[in-house]
């Protein structure tokens, strides 16, 4: 007898209450467990103490007293946390950048088809729950190590905190050194879903990547991540290597 997978469970943040109700029944029907919070405080607070411990986030950017951007920041600074998906007003890429800078997985901007909500929280936890990484050795470029089964990275020794979206990058980046990969696949890599028209997400995740890392100078770690403008980025190996 097959096995039944336990549903994903998901905590969406949004203080729209006639949102949740539609999008907590629709979930529902889709196989997942839906805890609700109505504004950004609950949300943290939930998390904080153990009363949901969600695979995945649905936070909005606007919530009455603590906005999205104030939850994720609270999160982040706690160390490891599920993935986060952001909802954003439509057309606003300040919001869209900043939900990435402080570690947001993807976003999505209202409004939006529920259809289009479920493909890109599947992507994510596919991504998160994935299998062919396990029994994969570990990728050494340079002082940068990659560990594949823990989604880890490490530079000279010291373990850096990536979102899974980040690592992927950096993985496909690191498995084809020296070579151009396309944005477009880049983005079908880490975020499970094809590059859409004006999405810099890609770039916002590699601006993140180069900052933490300090990637943006060979002095620093030893290799460099390059943009080619109108096609996507490559990891540079250590002069000599």
Known sequence: MTETAAPHRILLVDDDVELTDMLSAYLQRE???????????????????GQ???????LDVMLPGLDGF??????????????VLMLTARGDDDDRIAGLDLGADDYLPKPFNPRELVARLRA????????????VEPLS??????????????????????????FRILERLARQVGRVVSRAELTEHALGRQLELYDRSIDTHVSNLRRKLGLGLRAESGVEIRGVRGVGYQLMPPIGA
């Open 70 to 83: 104030g939850v994720l920041r609270a999160l982040r600074s706690q160390g490891s946390v599920p993935p």
């Open 52 to 58: 949901i411990v969600p695979e995945l986030i649905i």
């Open 141 to 166: 470029v340079g002082n940068l190590i990659l560990d594949p089964n823990r989604i880890e990275a490490r530079l000279n020794g010291v373990a850096i905190a990536l979102t899974a979206a980040e």
């Open 31 to 49: 196989g997942f467990v839906v805890e609700v919070r109505h504004d950004g405080s609950a949300g943290l607070a939930a998390l904080k103490d």
């Open 124 to 135: 994510i936890l596919r991504r998160v729950t994935s299998v062919d990484s396990i029994g």
